[in-house]
């Protein structure tokens, strides 16, 4: 299951201690939307550190719109093809296609501890 989000850079504003120099490199966090990293140690609810000026290099994790669903999956290129590896067998292999509206919003540079909740 993925989750629908907006664009962080359009509708999360940075807070006020980030500085300026982070901010242009469109530095920004974002909670794990679902579980299909899981395998790799990083549950629903972590909390992701991306760079949205990084580089998307086979092998590291990305954060992904295809067809409006925010997705952070593993990035693995083959020859031509892209594809989204998640690593919980419940999530499928991620295949774009032209037909498909996908972008590739930054690169995962850290994945922290799951955010603490407000009691």
Known sequence: MTTMLPHPATHHALPSS????AACSELF???MPDQALA???IAAGCLLAVD?????VQGCLVVAAVDGELLVRRLQRSGSR???LA???DYPLIEPSYEQ???????VAEAGMPAARQA
């Not at 980030?18 to 120099?21: C, I, L, M």
């Not at 949205?52 to 998307?56: D, I, K, N, T, Y």
């Not at 509206?101 to 690169?107: L, Y």
């Open 18 to 21: 980030v500085s300026s120099a």
């Open 29 to 31: 966090c974002l909670p």
């Open 39 to 41: 395998g790799a140690g």
């Open 52 to 56: 949205g000026q990084g580089s998307p």
């Open 82 to 84: 892209l594809q989204l």
């Open 87 to 89: 690593a919980h067998p």
């Open 101 to 107: 509206d996908f972008a590739i919003w930054g690169v």
